[in-house]
């Protein structure tokens, strides 16, 4: 984007805010002014990675024909323990406008909602939603440059200090060279020994008949010589998976929690929920006929085709509760991303007149392929079992809008603490499940996460 292009976006921005700034106090109404100017068409995933504020937020959907990168804040709903889920989101929804579609919080939970939040989670909160302040907003209707602003009831406001923070927005994409850093440790909590001690364990307990499946996750630690760049690391992983959701939360920083996830939550637009059940894994082939090799194994598993019919059976109950109607694939499909490949069911339904997000998100999260069934009892073996707080690891992330809400499960996640790495994935333990086998599938996942560092 050329100098002159870019003041010119940055005086238009300026205008339209100072106006609707002045009608809305005039008004005497108090919301968030969302003031918006097309500019030429930037890459959404460098631009944020060029700009200097210290909190930033990026998502973008499966198909990347959505993407938003924001920096700063103009409003944020977030606390320390999960409120009631109505209540949050009414208060999510008490300043979304429906003249402003696009207008949305953006944001997650931690996992296990009754825990505080543990040490590297503190300022992510145990749920944390922002409006950004500016947006860099791409979409099939075009790239445009976004202000958010949150006018109180008092409607005692600084325009011009409002303004000059567009001069610290960079559209100069200038992206330095990936670094390569010099690992110093890998620490693997639990490590394998450890690991196989706990499936043995969760076995043990489901021949005794306590519950039919439980995830356990572990996370590697990779520990480096120079702080790592997460915006840049995230790019990286975009670029090598397209075909999943990217999400990047950075609260201050020092802290970044961001991943390239298969795994949609739901999506709700008006009443109408497409959701997916993925479960089983098993690794892309380096040739054509290996790849089909192991999908014909991935189907005709009896113990991934296990784990997939819990999952998909607890998606269908819920569903049944809050929907007037719901269609699902006939047949198991394989899902394929860069690396591994996975068992998929999708879902499509029409929510009843009474049913909230808080509903399906109450209802949904967790669902067999992240904690176990039946859910709480799997939840308590993961309490026992898990060495450590999953933090907003594998629980809902995404986004709150007007009439279109979308959430994922934050797998295939990394927490980025300055030089320090954590990387998380977890495997389905049910029946014949093989300590060393998981083990492995562990790696599998967290592969292209290796890869993206160089490792």
Not at 125 to 130: D, H, P, S
């Amino acid at each position: 984007m050329n100098p002159i292009a870019q003041s010119t976006a940055k005086e238009r921005l300026a205008a339209q805010l100072r106006e609707t700034c002045h009608n809305l106090v005039s008004n005497g109404n108090h919301r968030i002014v969302r003031c918006k100017v097309e500019i030429e068409d930037v890459a959404a995933m460098e631009w944020l990675a060029c700009q200097t504020s210290p909190i930033k937020t990026y998502w973008a959907n499966r198909n990347q024909e959505f993407k938003m990168a924001g920096i700063g804040i103009a409003h944020e709903i977030s606390g320390q323990s999960v409120p009631d889920l109505r209540q949050l989101f009414d208060s999510l929804h008490d300043l979304l406008n429906p003249d402003h579609p696009d207008l949305r919080y953006y944001g997650g939970f931690q996992f296990n909602a009754a825990e505080p939040p543990t040490e590297g989670w503190q300022t992510f909160g145990a749920f944390r939603f922002i409006i950004p302040r500016f947006e860099l907003h791409r979409s099939a209707a075009g790239t445009y440059l976004v202000s958010n602003h949150y006018v109180d009831q008092d409607g005692e406001q600084d325009v011009d200090e409002l303004i000059k923070g567009l001069d610290d927005i960079q559209f100069d994409i200038t992206l330095s060279d990936w670094e390569e850093r010099a690992i110093l440790h890998r620490r693997d909590v639990p490590d394998q020994d450890a690991w196989r001690q706990s499936v043995l364990t969760a076995l043990d307990e489901m021949e005794a008949g306590q519950y039919e499946k439980v995830v356990l996750a572990r996370k590697a630690i990779l520990t480096f010589n120079d702080p790592v760049d997460p915006t840049a690391y995230l790019l990286r992983l975009r670029r090598m998976s397209e075909e999943t959701f990217n999400f990047y939360f950075q609260p201050d920083p020092s802290h970044a929690f961001l991943g390239a996830t298969p795994e949609r939550l739901f999506r709700r637009q008006g009443r109408t929920i497409h959701t997916e059940a993925i479960a089983g894994t098993r690794p892309r082939g380096l040739t054509t006929r290996d790849d089909n090799r192991y999908s014909k194994a991935l189907l005709s598993s009896d113990k991934e085709l296990r784990e997939h019919a819990i999952v998909v059976d607890m998606i269908a109950k819920v569903l049944e509760m809050h929907c007037d109607t719901v269609s699902v694939d006939d047949r198991v499909q394989i899902t394929k991303l860069s690396h591994v490949q996975h068992l998929c069911k999708h879902f499509v339904a029409e929510l009843d007149d009474t049913t909230s997000d808080a509903d399906l998100i109450k209802d949904l999260h967790p669902t067999p392929a992240m904690g176990g069934f039946p859910t709480d009892i799997a939840l308590d073996a993961i309490d026992r079992l898990e060495p450590f707080n999953r933090g907003w690891y594998a629980a809902p992330v995404g986004f709150v809008g007007t009439d279109h809400t979308e959430f994922v499960v934050a797998i295939r996640s990394a927490l980025i603490e300055k030089e320090q790495v954590s990387l998380y994935s977890g495997a389905g333990i049910v029946k014949g499940s093989d300590p060393d086998e998981e083990w492995q599938e562990i790696e599998d996942k967290i592969s292209k996460f290796l890869k993206a560092l160089d490792l």
